[in-house]
């Protein structure tokens, strides 16, 4: 008979409490079966989270600055009064007065483009005033701006210090609206500037007054047919024709005008590209 001591008991005790917590940590570590509470598994550190690539967001963007419009130009062999261009080339510059409503504008406009003419508008400062998108619109067309006073008064008749300040008043508009003061002068009321009026244009900056040899008398409201025959009974190589924006009769004839220039051979150009 073995004799248990209090001490071999204690031992036997302790070794059996051993065997039953390695158990419950075998079964804690288990990857299958029901777990009760196990201990969470350590989780490796998280890297910082990168902006995926992906395309570069763009900068807003930036209305583009148009470009100034062209100054006046000084030609050398030509007078301080134009009246017409070189008699040697089948050219023409049909050149408007920049006044009156702005959708009959927009239609002279569109059927010279149609036709691939370009015009010279020649603005007044008041009209340029009431319909300022229309300096742009004329520039973009591919067609040459100027200056015809701001008020469209009689200039000649003025004093020295009025009539200058219709040139410069118009200029000061161009000059806002488009960057520069107009590539040409034109007197108001008048086929042709004064001498007081010529030296007035060119102190503001306008080496040349463009007059014209052919004036379609549109303003008054003769009837397409009409203005239609004036032209085209006085137009040759190198002629400056004065029309208006402003006057049905002028929207009405421009198609049948432009049609028989382009039979002729003479083609609409705007005045810078008449005396180039």
């Not at 015009?119 to 008041?126: C, D, E, Q, R, Y």
């Not at 998108?133 to 003025?158: K, Q």
């Not at 000061?172 to 042709?192: E, H, V």
């Amino acid at each position: 008979m073995v004799r248990v001591t209090q001490t071999d008991r204690r031992t036997a005790l302790r070794t059996g409490a051993g065997l039953v917590a390695g158990g419950a940590l075998a079964a804690g570590c288990a990857t299958t079966g029901a777990v009760a509470h196990p201990a969470p598994t350590p989780l490796a550190p998280t890297p910082l989270a990168l902006t995926p690539p992906g395309p570069t967001p763009l900068a807003p963007a930036k209305t583009p600055t148009p470009l100034a419009a062209p100054a006046p130009h000084h030609y050398p062999h030509q007078p301080a009064q134009l009246t017409h261009g070189p008699r040697t080339r089948p050219r023409v510059a049909l050149t408007f007065h920049g006044q009156g409503d702005p959708a009959i504008a927009r239609s002279l406009l569109a059927e010279a483009e149609k036709h691939g003419a370009r015009l010279t508008v020649l603005a007044v400062g008041t009209w340029l005033d009431a319909h300022p998108e229309l300096a742009r619109r004329i520039l973009d067309g591919g067609h040459d701006l100027g200056n015809h006073t701001h008020r469209h008064l009689d200039i000649n008749a003025m004093s020295e210090t009025d009539a200058q300040a219709e040139i410069t008043a118009c200029a000061d508009r161009l000059k806002r609206l488009t960057g520069s003061i107009g590539t040409w002068f034109r007197p108001s009321r008048a086929p042709r500037a004064s001498p007081l009026v010529e030296r007035l244009a060119a102190r503001a900056g306008y080496p040349h007054v463009l007059s014209y040899d052919v004036d379609s008398l549109d303003f008054t409201e003769p009837g397409a047919p009409a203005v239609t025959r004036k032209i085209l009974g006085e137009v040759r190589n190198g002629s400056v024709v004065s029309l208006h924006f402003g006057y049905p009769d002028t929207v009405a004839a421009l198609p049948a005008v432009l049609a028989e220039l382009d039979r002729r051979g003479l083609h609409a150009v705007t005045t810078t590209e008449l005396l180039s």
